[in-house]
């Protein structure tokens, strides 16, 4: 069973940092695909970064440049570093799963396994 755990949301003002983990029980698989996602109010769940087992990555370009996604293995944890943080920013972020996978697909048919979510508000 695939679990997913986010924490580190909260309340930033403009231009700064927050890091969100997720700690996830997968990262012992072989081999997995893991992303996050976001979705403001009114407004389809977005993917932002995606890693595989191997270490590729990618980003869309709302956020490259910006933040940065990695895994732990030893922690068990995947991370998504925030920097240069703005409004446009503020969502409800979820990271999500898929074991045996290979690739960095942000899109959402590509995950079966979701965390609950994390409130992310960045106040101008």
């Known amino acids: 069973q695939v679990q997913l755990v986010e924490s580190g949301g909260g309340s930033v003002q403009a231009g700064g940092s927050l890091r969100l983990s997720c700690a996830a029980s997968l990262l012992t698989y072989s081999s997995y695909c893991m992303a996050w996602f976001r979705q403001a109010p009114g407004k389809e769940r977005e993917g932002i970064a995606a890693?595989?087992?191997?270490?590729?990555?990618s980003y869309s370009g709302s956020v490259k440049g910006r933040f940065t996604i990695s895994a732990d293995v030893a922690v068990l944890t995947l991370f998504l570093q925030m920097n240069s943080l703005n409004p446009e920013d503020t969502a409800m972020y979820y990271c999500?799963?898929?074991?045996?996978?290979?690739?960095?697909?942000?899109?959402?048919?590509?995950?079966?396994?979701w965390g609950q979510g994390t409130q992310v508000t960045v106040s101008s």
């Open positions: 999500a799963a898929q074991p045996y996978c290979w690739g960095t697909s942000r899109s959402q048919n590509g995950y079966n396994y």
């Open positions: 890693i595989d087992s191997g270490g590729t990555t």
